[in-house]
């Protein structure tokens, strides 16, 4: 049966390009075929919520009820394993061959494995879907000492979640900080000085060597300094690694994401990407690079979505991030990639520490400053922001809104933005 519009993947961005496809006017078949078992739903809570509380039930991001109304066809727990690009056809692991005059690959990426000896053993654990998580809530009920390899955003959110269960948890960062390649020196700072101040033990600049146990079982981890640390599970976050496999059968240009222009076209015509598989530039990235953000994946799938009904639409949206570690919330406006100069500005309430290229502000990290956040995803999005006209507020940058909103007679930005 011939399918006009075939959709890889199966989460945002899968989602918001049938979405946002049959909301632009797009009135052929749309197919999405997705590995996972369950419906499209929000990862965020895997890392955070969900490990909290195991029985909380999946948020899915759209009911059934909406993909049958919208004539959206799901093909859940199925895999594409080939695509013959001069034919237009994709062969499904079940057997089946689907047709296509439109292809959109929101494959995601996955989480890049430990290679040292012992990696593979039935208590090494990752998080990435909702079966990795169910597998490593059974796992942790019945774990004291846990340790976590890698002082990322996954290893952070899982040690805090963990921490709260009264669990033993070291983390073993090899960079000499926590999120060393998203967040400047200050912010990893401060977050360190929280996650010890509960209970953390931090282990950074020190590899993992090997993990020794016995019967597939780790009991301990050697470090490249002799250290050994004694483990019941140990949880694996050292990043990810974009799925390329479909885009290298169909020829595409690749470069640790598929490359995209600012419509989320690929190298072919017909061939659409977007999300966390994907490379690109903008205004806000200028040098291009993969971004891995559930808001970066939303809104490059709706720009996909609407260029494939036939509207003509360019992705220039702000990226921003967010991640909760305790009664903490990092939030991020921007990207510091290229930043020559930063300022700090702390208060009892949170710091923040702003970014920038050229004396134009690009990117302002907030830690429990809400609405600092929320002026600055507001203000980089519309204008360039000179220092100067930060240094005029003294750094306030909700005073800085107030006072463009009142030069320009607006606040429906405001109050639009504040709700997302």
């Known amino acids: 049966m011939h399918r006009s519009l075939l959709i890889v993947g199966g989460s945002y961005a899968a989602c918001e390009v049938a979405s946002q496809a049959r909301a ?55 895999k594409v394993v080939s695509i013959d690009p001069g034919a237009n056809k994709a062969l499904l692991s079940s057997g089946v061959q689907i047709a296509f005059d439109t292809l959109a690959l929101t494959v995601g990426a996955r989480a890049r494995r430990l290679s040292c000896a012992g990696a593979d053993a039935e208590n090494v654990c990752y998080l990435r879907s909702i079966a990795d998580a169910r597998l490593l809530s059974a796992a942790v ?53 929280v996650h ?17 146990g016995e019967n597939h079982v780790v009991r301990t981890i050697l470090l490249d300094d002799g250290t050994s640390i004694d483990a019941d599970i140990v949880i694996v976050g050292i990043g990810s690694v974009p799925n390329l496999e479909l885009a290298q059968l169909l020829g595409l240009h690749t470069k640790d994401g598929i490359v995209v ?27 291009g690079t993969r971004i891995e953000s559930v808001q970066n994946a939303t809104d490059q799938a709706r720009v996909a979505g609407a260029v494939i009904a036939g509207k003509g639409k360019a992705y220039e949206a702000l990226p921003w991030f967010w991640s909760d570690q305790y009664d903490l919330k990092l939030q991020i406006a921007g990207v510091a990639v290229g930043a020559t100069e930063r300022i700090v500005r702390s208060a009892t309430s949170g710091t923040s520490v ?3 290229r050229d004396d134009a502000c690009v990117c302002v990290e907030s830690v429990n400053r809400p609405r600092e956040h929320i002026s600055a995803r507001l203000l980089l999005a519309r204008e360039v922001i000179m220092k ?33």
Do not use: W
């Open 141 to 193: 009920a019945n774990a004291e000492k846990i340790v976590v390899i890698g002082g990322g955003f996954i290893g952070l959110e899982v040690a805090s979640a963990l921490i709260q269960q009264q669990k033993q948890v070291v983390v073993i960062e090899a960079e000499n900080r926590v999120l060393a390649r998203a967040v400047s020196p200050e912010i990893s700072e401060f977050l360190s000085s």
């Open 196 to 212: 010890l101040g509960h209970g953390l033990k931090l282990l950074t600049s020190r590899a993992v060597r090997s993990l020794v």
């Open 261 to 287: 222009n600012s419509q989320s076209r690929t190298s072919r015509t017909n061939v659409f990407a977007a999300g966390d598989c994907t490379r690109f530039s903008s205004p806000f990235n200028p040098n």
């Open 354 to 356: 702003f970014h920038f």
């Open 388 to 420: 100067r006209h930060l240094q005029d507020v003294d750094f306030d940058i909700p005073a800085l809104l107030k006072e463009r909103e009142l030069e320009t007679g607006g606040g429906r930005m405001l109050a639009s933005i504040t709700r997302s």
């Open 24 to 78: 632009s006017g797009y009135d052929e078949d749309i197919i999405i075929v997705s590995e996972e078992l369950e419906l499209p739903y929000h990862r965020p809570p895997l890392s955070k919520t969900y490990l909290k509380s195991p029985s909380e039930p999946v948020m899915l991001l759209k009911t059934a009820a909406f993909y049958s109304s919208n004539n959206i066809e799901l093909e859940l727990g199925t």
